[in-house]
């Protein structure tokens, strides 16, 4: 299953696997390539019925607390996949900024160069 949000992050749910039950959360890129973000762990009953739902991410950290609302679980991925997102874009501008900071400097230390050097004039 493959949901969009509002700001166009999308998340991806694996099927079950067979052996294990597990279900991978992948963020699918602009570009379709895609990331795994996460694990979902179904926790069955004695009854056989699922009860609960514990998300782990890729640090094996339990991000959100175990329920049995599904869609609880998909909105907390892409939230987290969200913010995400959002601070490696500040971290990407911020070091855009600090290049073009650099580049600014050099270019004034070049300029001041420049007119510290006397033009040379071709006499006739």
């Known amino acids: 299953m493959k949901t969009v949000n509002e700001n166009k992050i999308q998340v991806r749910f694996s099927s079950p696997d067979p052996r294990t039950n597990i279900i991978e959360v992948i963020r699918v890129w602009p ?14 009953s004695k009854e056989g019925d699922v009860t609960s739902y514990t998300s782990m991410d890729l640090h094996g950290n339990e991000p959100f607390q175990p329920t049995s609302d599904f ?20 971290r ?5 900024v600090a290049e073009y900071e650099e580049r600014e400097e050099a270019i004034k230390f070049l300029r001041q160069l420049k007119s510290r050097k006397p033009s040379k004039l071709l006499n006739r």
């Open 92 to 96: 990407n501008m911020q070091d855009y």
């Open 31 to 44: 570009d379709e390539s895609e990331i795994s973000v996460g694990r979902i762990y179904p926790n069955f």
């Open 71 to 90: 869609s609880e679980i998909e909105k907390h991925f892409t939230q987290s996949i969200k913010k995400i997102a959002e601070e490696s874009f500040m």
